[in-house]
């Protein structure tokens, strides 16, 4: 039974990133406490957690004491699923301290080899239980289904469900062994990917608009593209992927090899493609997939209509990539503190209840749930980060003048709200949601805030600016996301086919994609190729496409319980309390909306076509 790794939902944004508002990046020894997370729910220093790796080593050749003995008995199935649970419990908490020590500063030694020390570790404990999925895969069917209804694994029965499926996709154990051994090995692109990008770039400064020196890195991107001035954009733009063309053969090599261990991967495993193993573990169908491309597909020409919308308003005469984050109605207030921040996300998620919300609050209020600001050497970007029984800590990177990042803490509110649910209402071994609902509980928050914003005002230009921000969103999210899901359906189909994957090969799939969604009047600058070399969701393939299903039941339930009141809250709530107990498309059904049908995507393009009719009557 693989150790499972602490869960980390990862927001790293897309197109533009968080800004900074200082020519240098502030190191961590200079921040107050109360702006960084309290990592002391978890361990209370570097010692502390030293001696509970050393009792994880100690521990993890006990697991091959079982091996030979889980068809034997319900009960020494029992001892072995009781004796891993202790263990995977204390390896995901090891994990997500090391994680998020690491995320502190990814150039730290003590933090990497806190992580390459515990990575080594899982990889032999992984190897050692290989045994696990093969014996328990080999129980007679009627033997294991007497057992499943048996008191004494009640509480496992989920769990082993979930397990018995594979059973068409599980090796023997000297196979499972040895995809054990490489499991390290053939992720490493991940990791290289991280390093390269977040620590070795270096992006230089370049002039703001009163032309003030300013650092460009990975979290400061969207000030720059934020910019009033077309000038600053364009040049922060070209600079910024300068550094990427630099190093364009390396990603484009590290991509390829993500690509082949997914293909590999699949293959060992007897899937279809790499893309059916992806969707296996949820079970999701196919045409979940397919059918979000096509659905987004056959509505471009609203987006299309949007681009010459923001090309007019703007007073450009052509529209770039750089053009497409600055808001098209200026902000009546650019800057908003954290805590200003905060007030306004808690206020729009009232609907929720005092108990949702007064948890948040003291997360991160008093409990330093979140890590608030860029630090040198931080990871860019946001994500939230729960192992069982412990904080689900956020990470930001959080700019005032940056009015994205309002959402961007509503999202991963909502990550952390559910981990809080789940892991209240679930065990250990059914707590840990997937991906596939995980996206709808963040972007619900933001929806949230939406209506919350737009019901507070009645002035027209702040009225236009939230739409054009939902708009936005919805862009990003939906149809954005759908070019990338498709990007990477189609590398994989490539490699599946026995096709070079090159850096022209990829720069050539992802500038016809580029075409087909920006269209012809659009300015697709050479250099924005390179984008399909920068997206960190590409090197952890078929996730992307989870943030364009995600939004789309997000704006439905929200409406919902926004409409219906309190019996459509409790069941939302009820949904992010099934953690991953059931199915991703059941749970969603006791939210209260169908993924597996197109009507929700179908409403939220619907949606998206009708805020750009209201942003075209309000600025006309």
Known sequence: MKNPSPLFLFEQPTGAQPSTATASVPKRDAMQAGDTWDLSKLYASDKQWEAGLRDYEITYPSIASFKGTLGESPEKLLACLEFQKSFQMLGEKLGHYAGLRMSEDGSHPDHLDRQARLASINTQAAEVSAYFVPELQAIPDETFALWLELPALTSWKSYLKKIRRFKPHSLGEKEERLLALFDESLSGHHETFSQLTNVDMRFGELPDENGQMKALSQSSFSSFLQSRDAGV????????????????????????????????????????????????????????????????????EPLLRYYDLRRNKLGLTEIHHYDTYVPIVPPARAKHTFDEALQMVLESLEPLGSDYVGTLEEGIGRSRWCDRYETKGKRSGAFSSGSYGNPPYILMNYKDDVFSDIYTLAHEAGHSMHTWFSQKHQSFQDSHYSIFVAEVASTFNEELLTHHLLEKTDDPMVRAYIINRQIDDIRGTLYRQTLFAEFEKIIHEKQESGEALTLASFRKVYRALLEDYFGPHFSIDDELEWECLRIPHFYSAFYVYQYATGISAALSLSQKVLENGRDARDRYLDFLKTGGSIPPLEALKIAGVDMSKPEPVKEALDLFAKRIEELEKLLS
């Not at 364009?248 to 993500?258: D, P, R, V, W």
């Not at 899937?271 to 169908?285: G, H, M, R, W």
């Open 233 to 300: 954009r364009k040049n922060a733009f070209h600079q910024f992927y300068r550094e990427f063309s630099e190093h364009q053969f390396s990603l484009a090599s590290l991509l390829a090899n993500s690509v082949k261990s997914d293909v590999a991967q699949g293959r060992a495993r007897g899937y279809a493609s790499a893309l059916d193993a992806a969707l296996f573990q949820n079970e999701i169908p196919r045409e979940v997939y397919t059918g979000l491309i096509s659905a987004v597909r056959g509505r471009l």
